[in-house]
């Protein structure tokens, strides 16, 4: 067996004692007789795992006490609706920054429900920087201001949580959760999908600050209702149990990699060198203003465009695979999240090189 | 490792030779040098891994191909809300059989849509038997007729697909899909989560006529509106994978089970077995009409009600878990799903006995 180093950008690469781990109790977890997937998710099995990756959550994430966490189904795009729904309560407006495709299409759905202000674009310039603070309008009567800190399709990432002028703050940390420290405190709301850093697809947390919560606007269904789900433990109803267990066994590896501070040092150090190898050659490049480079997801062209198919079924041969660019921008991209061994980026730097040599 | 049996309602037991699978393959699919769960779902592995899923589940139910299968999350309890909101169309009430706690679940849900007309209830009788087809009263002015075909809570089971008097035919088919062969031509709508005949909890399978859907009432969020999915083969956004695998798991299993009709003749055994135990001794009963038991979940009673905690605990110690009733209603329940090996079913057959011998 070779493992492959997978720049996929979601669901993307997992650690491998993560995935050994949880091959190791497929059949009987802890002597129980049960794989998780079996489990009862009201009996005491199930409740100790549900509760452990909770408790790890708040520790990595260091969550208030006054936060609920939820663990829910159907990924960011649901929370598109649910938030909004649920955030709303006697507003008619919501704030949007505009940073790219993901934060477009959290708008799009917003705007059914509310009106929808943008607070900034940068539309403009393609997607390649983030607006300056100053130049940002927050309607002082929105709801919620949004952003997204991470833009996995156009690689743009907020390096600072952003000041929302006394609104409640929401981001989608879909794509740069757990890659950094961040001050919960500081928001309303985060919502992230866990297939880039969290585990398998299937499963989305939510952090709301529970004061926020309670009131829905009409016709929201009620597995929309955060405060139902908040108020039952997250088991209003049966939750998917088993990608629940593997969200907490990567919490559990993450811990031991020095948590949030310690990854984040490893995810600098495999960004940096990453971003030195585009630029140092004219062969590569990457078009986003470097005060927003995302460390998670590094999109790159070649000079000759043609040459990117070739560029990408050559490393697919090499190992190093998923390297196409989303299907609306094209080009190349590299997902680099946690799991992704410093050895891998090495090992691209160097197709990269190589590959220059014989076609540049 | 001693395997138990789990006699849970959902999420419950999973063939073992699944799990044997899963685990063989979860470091590296077919050569791939990656987990399914790493895998992109645009990728072409897990496009093979899915489309064989579909083809597997439509064999064994002969799926008509007028007739689109979601692969969904968010549970049955999603699709109480789902339905009405896309298959009222320009209708403003729609019709249900009350036969149980989930039916009940399903109308108080719709009820925030539609007018909700009940075609007949047994609440009267407490919920054991399915009230005659001959006295329901069918609005034929509603969207739809909804039923539950087996109530997981209750352990109520129709044993035919009732006519509905021309009307689209909805069916909550969680706890009894794949256990029995069943006309889908028959019917507007099945839904089911897995966790209970098909897989781990955290998909939901939905097979839908395609004339039915694409109009959905004002406020549906998008991830709720079936012909969106059905528009992208079930990836409008990141479905759920790795359950997406499982599941296929399970229905490659079930084929080598002789299909539908195999299992089912498994399950006429184990649940004819089950329920003359019961019969025979006057120190255990079940309510339920003999018409309309169900061969999935057999609730029952002892006749000293005192006693009903220690069988549950002392079953426990001899490997025969998860067999307390549902928190709503107490007592008994021995859920016995496609998966419950016949063997676990001699086993309780054989505990109860001797726990009779030895309290009776």
């Known amino acids: ?171 989608d940390m879909s794509s740069n959760i757990l890659s950094r420290p961040v001050d919960v405190s500081r928001f309303g709301l985060i919502y992230a999908g866990a297939q880039k850093n969290m585990g398998p697809a299937g499963i989305t947390v939510v952090i709301v600050r529970e004061d926020l919560i309670g009131k829905t606007i009409p016709g929201t269904p009620t597995v929309f209702d955060y405060k139902k789900h908040a108020d039952n433990g997250s088991m209003l109803n049966t939750p998917p149990t088993y990608i629940w267990y593997l969200l907490g066994l990567v919490l559990d590896w993450l811990k031991q990699q020095g948590g949030v501070a310690g990854i984040e040092a490893q995810n600098i150090r495999k960004a940096q060198k990453l971003y030195a190898a585009i630029d140092a050659s004219a062969f590569y490049s990457n078009p986003i203003d470097p005060a927003f480079r995302s460390r998670m997801n590094v999109p790159f062209r070649l000079a000759d465009a043609g040459l990117e198919k070739i560029f990408a079924a050559e490393a697919a041969g090499h190992g190093l695979v998923a390297l196409e660019g989303h299907r609306s921008v094209g080009g190349l991209r590299a997902s680099i999240y946690n799991a992704m061994p410093e050895a891998g980026v090495d090992a691209l730097i160097a197709f990269m090189a190589d590959f220059e040599r014989r076609y540049g």
């Open 1 to 171: 067996m070779t493992r492959i180093y997978n720049f996929s950008a979601g669901p993307s690469m997992l650690p491998e004692a993560v995935l050994r781990r949880a091959g190791e109790d497929i059949l009987d977890w802890g002597g129980s007789g049960m794989s998780v997937m079996e489990m009862s998710h009201r009996g005491k099995h199930f409740g100790a795992i549900a509760e452990r990756a909770e408790a790890d959550l708040r520790e990595l994430l260091a969550i208030p006490p006054e936060y609920k966490v939820l663990f829910l189904q159907g990924g960011a795009t649901a929370q598109f609706a649910m938030v909004p729904m649920n955030l709303l309560r006697d507003r008619t407006a919501a704030c949007y920054v505009d940073t790219g495709i993901w934060s477009g299409k959290a708008m799009e759905e917003a705007s059914r429900y509310c009106q929808v202000g943008v607070a900034a674009t940068a539309k403009a310039g393609g997607f390649t920087t983030v607006p300056p603070r100053s130049e940002w309008r927050i309607d002082s009567e929105a709801a919620y201001l949004h952003y997204t800190s991470n833009e996995t399709i156009n690689g743009v990432e907020f390096q600072d949580v952003p000041d929302s002028a006394g609104l409640p703050l929401v981001c």
